[in-house]
Nanobody, 119 residues
């Protein structure tokens, strides 16, 4: 059974940085992983993804500011977020995909961690 637990969210001023972490169990290194976010009254969206081979994807609005990484030995996923903007405010979720690519179906979610960016 896959279990994901996020940490690292919080309140930060615009221009600041946060590092989100996700501790995973019950997954394999062949699974792609990703960070999603959902702002109030908006749909959940993929912010960054990383395949089993290390290929990455970023939503256009976070390119150059966010960096996704994974440690297959420690079974952790991280999202380094720099130059944060108020529009980055959302609940952030760690997720695993059912295959090696992040162009697939999410088969597990973490409970989420809240990121609030003040202007």
């Amino acid at each position: 059974q896959v279990q994901l637990v996020e940490s690292g969210g919080g309140l930060v001023q615009a221009g600041g940085s946060l590092r989100l972490s996700c501790a995973a169990s019950g997954i394999f290194s062949i699974n792609a992983m990703g960070w999603f976010r959902q702002a109030p009254e908006k749909e959940r969206e993929l912010v960054a993804g990383i395949s089993s081979g290390g290929k990455t994807y970023y939503k256009n609005s976070v390119k150059g500011r966010f960096t996704i990484s994974r440690d297959n030995v420690k079974n952790t996923l991280a999202l380094q977020m720099n130059s944060l903007k108020p529009e980055d405010t959302a609940m952030y979720y760690c997720a695993t995909f059912d295959g090696s690519s992040f162009i697939g179906t999410v088969d597990a979610w973490g409970p989420g961690t809240l990121v609030t960016v003040s202007s």
